[in-house]
T-cell receptor, first 113, second 113 residues
Framework: EDKVVQSPLSLVVHEGDTVTLNCSYE??????LLWYKQEKKAPTFLFML????IEKKSGRLSSILDKKELFSILNITATQTGDSAVYLC?????????????FGKGTHLIIQP | KAGVTQTPRYLIKTRGQQVTLSCSPI?????VSWYQQTPGQGLQFLFE???????NKGNFPGRFSGRQFSNSRSEMNVSTLELGDSALYLC????????????FGAGTRLSVL
């Protein structure tokens, strides 16, 4: 059975700290790994990673994928209170005439001022 | 472009009733997926529709059903509601089957009393 495991499940840090969120996966017919940020309701797309070792960056956020060891990390530097959210990792798969996203349970990140 | 629109935003029902949720995808997107999100289980896949056909179904009982119309709008129906059906129901769309990134709506919060 496909699974995506995120750690830690929750994390409380102070503004200005750097955080690393982890995502490991065992998914058949892997296509790509995606990160989403969920603040109130709608998860919003952050990154999609398809190849190992290529870092994606957007401002203070960056992410990298290791397809050999089957994991990804999401780094946030100089955290701000607006970074408080649930960060979701999802793996896109395709096979047997179907495709979809399998999600981890998320990391609930709280940034204290 | 307008994002994914879900209606209604909130619903309160009693056990045994049925409910219909609606989702309008981003214009031009033909694939619609539905997810159930609960604090304990995270995002769990319900089903995916493309060109009015259900391509994939998650591990949910037959009380959960859906359909897609020719304009790509989708509905999901839950019959004989149970207390455990209380959740946030999220709809996501993507342009076509070759794409991995799904864009989410704000969800419908269903409470079953």
């Amino acid at each position: 059975e496909d699974k995506v495991v995120q750690s830690p499940l929750s994390l409380v840090v102070h503004e200005g700290d750097t955080v690393t969120l982890n995502c490991s996966y065992e998914v058949t017919n892997f296509r790509s790994l995606l990160w989403y940020k969920q603040e109130k309701k709608a998860p919003t797309f952050l990154f999609m990673l398809t190849s190992s070792g290529i870092e994606k960056k957007s401002g203070r956020l960056s992410s990298i994928l290791d397809k050999k060891e089957l994991f990804s990390i999401l780094n946030i530097t100089a955290t701000q209170t607006g970074d408080s959210a649930v960060y979701l990792c999802a793996v896109a798969w395709s096979g047997g005439g179907a495709d979809g996203l399998t999600f981890g349970k998320g990391t609930h990140l709280i940034i204290q001022p | 472009k307008a994002g994914v629109t879900q209606t209604p935003r909130y619903l309160i029902k009693t056990r045994g009733q049925q409910v219909t949720l609606s989702c309008s995808p981003i214009s031009g997107h033909r694939s619609v997926s539905w997810y159930q999100q609960t604090p304990g289980q995270g995002l769990q896949f319900l089903f995916e529709y493309f060109s009015e056909t259900q391509r994939n179904k998650g591990n949910f009982p037959g009380r959960f059903s859906g359909r897609q119309f020719s304009n790509s709008r989708s509905e999901m129906n839950v019959s004989t509601l149970e207390l455990g059906d209380s959740a946030l129901y999220l709809c996501a769309s993507k342009e076509n089957l070759a794409k991995n990134i799904q864009y989410f709506g704000a969800g419908t919060r269903l409470s079953v009393l």
